[in-house]
């Protein structure tokens, strides 16, 4: 119903039960986050592991973290039991590693080791994405079978996507859909009915390109298989959905010189620390800008009226070279841009810049020389915005790409680095030109 | 099988149709985008109306329009015929509207008005992003009716997701998952069976806000309603995974100064003509930032050395404050930041600020101590320093929630004019300063 948070509070309901049935459990959950601990843990005392775990999941990490702290390690051991093994180690990720031993401890033998096994990978990885909760056949398996099974199944009915065939040694053999399933005479065989070709991704594959799969082939769930080619669990959209919107996110904070994931309801210091390297950094690129200007000082004591243009010359530069590299930067993320077409793209920002520059360059000239009343200085000024900004795009396209040649993000490349380059090399060429021609400014 | 281009080169088939077959629709486009386009024409020449269907829709949208342009409008009424309504509008969409008309005139008369209704909603909402196939029933049919319609079906088996319920003047009264039908006796009547709690959204609804209900929720698909709460299409997690790379793309854009999408491929001019309006608004804002500094030319040529720190003043302004927006941005438009948490926000934000301030402005004091070994410059230097970064911080985070205030995207608030404003106030600090503390500097 997606009704307001005002509209669904518990208080017209004569208990948290009764509210809880009523909505869905990503409401209760937004609605939970905005009570102070206290009634959370009041509230939640109210429902069974069952409900728990459903409501839990669509916690926040901070306020997942802070809850799972004041539960029990017997009750989380129940609850965690309830979940979906992907939800349950990400709840488990958030707690003490002392705390986890215990939890596991008191879980069912098999949960506990499924469990540990997915906690082992990188959890930027279709392994730590992965739940191990799937459909899984075998090829002699008949149709009839397969509905049986279904109709019997105690978990949720958002699990049922594909179902997977697979060999006696949990190879992967192939893949059916549920109306595939339905349309099927009963006692066929899921070998003569499977489409082999099935798409998968390795359990080691980033999480960012198992987006791209799923995105590319349109899937509601990909098969994560190991080195072995066995099935080993499936990672459904509503996670792609999720690593989409993290991997996003990380490449904005980056492009905005923050490392990584910024948490805005964490603590202030916490944030502090990310964001103050990338200021030193910047520090020490725009003091080494600076030494540029130093370099001319005395051309500056003669003619000061140049500083005035020092602003629109980094400013312009600044911000046409963040262009070019927004352009690669987001082509690269979503895979727009091949390897091949790279050179093509080039020479096409080459062309953008000349006429921009040109754009650009001559109106600034023609400010300049209403403004100033002086011929040497608006040639001055209007060919190093010409030359800055022809540069700015050669240095925003070529720097994200060489980056990403060595494997690194090219979002980290936006920001800091990019803005020192171009402000260095274009007030260089503003002072050298000026310098060139100061006997006639003076 | 996610396979490499090379290894699907149709060369190993006997035909185009072959390799087809082995294919996935996805991968096959990929591959015909990477041909010229004599070579893609003939290609498809080879495949009935189906299975073109199948294959352009994972054609982008400039492919899309050049191919549509060269296949006869007859066959064009079979291709979108043979599609999903969404997927037939997005076709459509890309060609001009005569032969639209054309198109709409050669195929059957219902089809033709659905995606003539499709048609004329903002295609940034709902109603644009909606297809009218889905899978509807009455409260009073049974169970056993929907498994034979679902079997009769021709449909594609990606389309059930859910089974939703109407009544008979199409007002939407229910969802039922396809695992309840499985479940439930044979001849049970859907109204006792239905979820009446549906998520839903309204036809006019931004794209955005659908993707954010559909992630919440952990929905496959979202169903579309109009103002008479009639069900007319819905929304499935294919289309929402679009939605969402499309609107970070957009909101990337923005914060870099560059209109809306950018297409890669597309013709450069394109690109000069959503870049140039930018660029004008900060070419006026750099020379605004320069009229600050004329102000104080007199100040500045006595002790041109100041000029050396307008650079570093400028890039931490500038940057500091991009973080603080870039973070206050994202939580806007992943709903982490709710209106009632913004004070909080902003006392964060401010108290980061102060820290990073101190840091920053007591590392540039010793700086410039050591290398121009002049006290007053560096206390000047320091303090404008100081006072920047937390100037910075607080419009960083004002900026963009009074922009979001008056129903503006607050992405657009980056780049240019947050900029602007942080350098004019930077600059005017530091050379007030310096003015004032001018007699013991000379």
Redesign the interface.
């Known amino acids: 119903?997606?009704k307001k948070l005002a509209e669904i509070a518990p208080a017209k309901y004569s208990s948290f039960y009764n509210f809880y049935y009523?909505?869905?459990p990503?409401d209760v959950a937004e609605f939970l986050e905005?009570l102070p601990k206290e009634k959370v843990l009041e509230s939640l005392d109210q429902l069974n592991y069952e409900i728990l775990a459903e409501i839990i999941i669509f916690f926040?990490n901070d306020f997942k973290k802070e809850i799972a702290a004041k539960i029990s390690t017997f009750k989380l051991a129940e609850i965690l039991s309830a979940m979906y093994t992907d939800d349950a180690a990400d709840l488990l990720s958030v707690l003490k590693v002392g705390k986890i031993k215990e939890i596991l401890n008191l879980m069912k033998a098999n949960k506990a080791l499924e469990l540990k096994e997915l906690l082992e990978y990188d959890d930027q990885s279709a392994g730590g994405r992965m739940t191990t909760e799937f459909i899984a056949f075998y090829a002699d398996n008949s149709v009839a079978e397969v509905?049986t099974k279904?109709?019997d199944?105690i978990i949720?009915?958002?699990m049922?996507y594909y179902i997977y065939v697979i060999s006696r040694n949990k190879k992967l053999l192939g893949v059916l859909?549920?109306?595939?399933i339905?349309?099927a005479s009963r006692n066929k065989e899921l070998g003569k009915l499977m489409n082999k070709?099935?798409?998968?991704?390795n359990v080691n594959l980033d999480q960012e390109e198992v987006a791209k799969?799923?995105?590319?082939?349109?899937l509601?769930a990909v098969p994560v298989i190991n080195n072995y080619q066995q099935l080993v669990g499936i990672i459904t959209?509503?996670d792609?959905?999720?690593i989409?919107?993290e991997e996003?996110?990380e490449?904005?904070?980056k492009?905005?010189?923050?490392t990584n994931t910024?948490d805005?309801?964490g603590n202030?210091?916490e944030?502090?620390k990310k964001?103050?390297p990338?200021?030193?950094i910047?520090?020490i690129?725009?003091?080494l800008?600076?030494?540029v200007?130093?370099r001319f000082?005395q051309a500056?004591?003669s003619v000061?009226?140049l500083?005035?243009?020092?602003?629109?010359?980094?400013?312009?530069g600044?911000?046409?070279g963040?262009?070019s590299?927004?352009?690669v930067?987001?082509?690269l993320a979503?895979d727009?841009?091949e390897k091949e077409?790279y050179l093509k793209?080039l020479l096409?920002?080459f062309?953008?810049g000349l006429?921009?520059g040109v754009?650009?360059a001559v109106?600034?000239l023609l400010?300049t020389l209403f403004w100033q009343q002086n011929l040497s200085i608006a040639f001055v000024v209007g060919i190093s915005m010409f030359t800055t900004m022809v540069t700015a795009v050669i240095l925003g396209t070529i720097i994200p790409f060489i980056i990403d040649y060595f494997g690194i993000d090219p979002a980290v490349a936006a920001?800091?680095f990019i803005?020192?380059l171009i402000?260095i090399s274009g007030?260089f060429i503003y002072f050298s030109l000026a310098s060139f021609l100061l006997e006639k400014l003076v």
Do not use: C
């Open positions: 119903m997606n009523d909505n869905y990503a905005s926040d509905l279904i109709k199944l949720e009915p958002e049922i859909s549920v109306r595939q339905l349309a070709n099935v798409v998968q991704v799969v799923l995105a590319k082939y349109d509601l959209v509503d792609i959905i999720d989409i919107e996003t996110t490449d904005l904070y492009m905005s010189g923050t910024y805005i309801h202030f210091m944030g502090v964001r103050v990338w200021l030193f910047l520090l690129g725009g003091l800008s600076g030494t200007i130093n000082e500056l004591e000061a009226v500083a005035i243009f020092i602003p629109v010359l980094m400013d312009m600044g911000n046409v963040t262009q590299l927004t352009i930067v987001r082509a979503t727009e841009l077409d793209h096409n920002e062309k953008s006429v921009m754009l650009i109106s600034l400010i920001g800091p803005t020192t402000d007030l």
